[in-house]
């Protein structure tokens, strides 16, 4: 991937380049680092091939005829339109491993039993911590998860290790998939309204049962007058 020197830096020279069809960036080595701008064009063909993200790009800078094995090390897009806005490559030995993220790809979901029965599969970890030669780190790590059953869990102690690549996170902490229930939605009970109505047989609170007179006053039917 050809690239030329960018004279000027700032805000408003990336801007004239964007309008021009480059990409500004950097490119770190070991002690210095160099601007440069790039075209839009060969910077997608370089990042969209095989390896994707991880490539390895021999970046050959303006007037120079050797080539500096390099690799993507972080890039910002435009919000709206999606396109690369600026790239930071770091250059590489061949010889030496690197350290690097590589996505996680779930295969044979839809023949999993546990998916059959209506189970959930979720995958906690959708990105793994690995360290490589710079030419084998992979573009994504598949993780075969077709025999899980209901409530089993796969963890990346399960997954066969590759040649070349070290996993540096943790083998029994780090979940890859799970799959799980489905929730079931509990209908709520109605709740009993306690009425103001008391035992059968009593009176209400306040208030005389039937045939008795109230405090303080006789019964009519057995009140007798004094001669």
């Known amino acids: 991937m050809e690239v030329k020197d960018r004279g000027q830096l700032g805000s408003s020279e990336s801007r004239r380049l964007r309008k021009q ?22 910077l997608r063909a370089a990042l969209t091939g095989p390896s994707g993200l991880h490539a390895v ?28 806005r600026h790239i930071d490559l770091q250059e590489v030995r061949l010889d030496v491993a690197i350290q690097s993220t590589v996505q996680v790809h779930l295969v044979g979901a839809e023949v999993a039993p546990g998916v059959k029965e209506g ?36 963890r990346l102690e399960d997954i066969p290790t590759l040649e070349g690549v070290v996993f540096l ?5 780090t ?17 009993e309204i ?8 009593e009176a209400p ?9 109230p405090e303080g006053e006789a019964s009519a039917d057995s009140s007798d007058t004094e001669g």
């Open 21 to 42: 069809g480059f990409v500004p960036g950097v490119l770190y080595g070991k002690t210095t680092a160099r601007a440069f701008a790039v075209g839009e064009r060969e």
């Open 57 to 84: 790009l021999d970046v050959v800078l303006e007037g120079q005829s050797s080539a500096h094995p390099s690799i993507l090390k972080e890039y910002q897009r435009d919000p709206v339109r999606g396109h690369v």
């Open 119 to 154: 189970g959930v599969l979720s995958a906690p970890t959708t990105a793994l911590n690995v360290e490589a030669l710079p030419m084998e780190v992979p573009e994504s790590i598949d993780a075969d998860v077709s025999a899980m059953e209901m409530g089993d869990t796969l």
């Open 169 to 173: 996170d943790d083998p029994h902490e």
């Open 175 to 191: 979940v890859i998939a799970t799959v799980t229930a489905p929730m079931r939605e509990v209908e709520p009970e109605p709740e």
């Open 194 to 201: 306690e009425g103001e109505e008391g035992e059968p047989g």
């Open 205 to 213: 609170e306040g208030e005389a049962a039937a045939g008795e007179a």
